[in-house]
């Protein structure tokens, strides 16, 4: 554990990890969250930009919000992020489902167990160390 200053209001707390903000700043920026989703909700053709002025909340901490997947916006929202891995505009996330679906399927064959040849199985029984009564 450090200590650090919060950097919302400069007040010292005990950092263990996450953004380095106090935990009332982090109770603040939960509700301000709950907020911006309602009026989010109540306003879904609503640009990124107004959302920031309207609820007073960065454009920066939007984007993160949209990042975690904490906000989604239909298909129809002027919002949108580039998926990291090829561009493609997404509405949540950080990826989209093709990237997700492709970076499964590498992690499902780099997990597979092949099996072994029965030439290979028996000459790895060959090679077993013997002991002797």
């Known amino acids: 554990m ?3 200053t ?12 996450g953004d380095r903000l106090c935990p ?7 509700e301000k969250f709950v907020d911006v989703k309602k009026f989010v909700r109540d306003n879904p053709k609503v640009d990124i930009n107004t959302i920031s ?10 984007k993160r919000w949209i990042r975690e997947e904490r906000l989604c916006f239909t298909d129809d929202s002027p919002i949108g ?6 561009g493609a505009t997404i509405k949540t996330g950080r990826y989209c489902k093709e990237c997700k679906d ?20 028996k000459s790895a029984s060959e090679n077993k160390m013997r002991f002797l009564h």
């Open 81 to 86: 992020l580039n998926c990291e891995s090829c």
């Open 2 to 4: 450090q200590v650090t």
């Open 53 to 62: 002025e309207e609820m007073d909340v960065s454009v920066r901490q939007i």
């Open 24 to 30: 009332q700043c982090i109770k603040k920026m939960d």
């Open 6 to 17: 919060c950097k919302a209001c400069g007040k010292i707390f005990n950092y263990v990890q």
């Open 102 to 121: 492709k970076m499964a399927s590498r992690l499902q064959g780099a997990t597979a167990v092949t099996p072994m040849s029965p030439e290979k199985r």
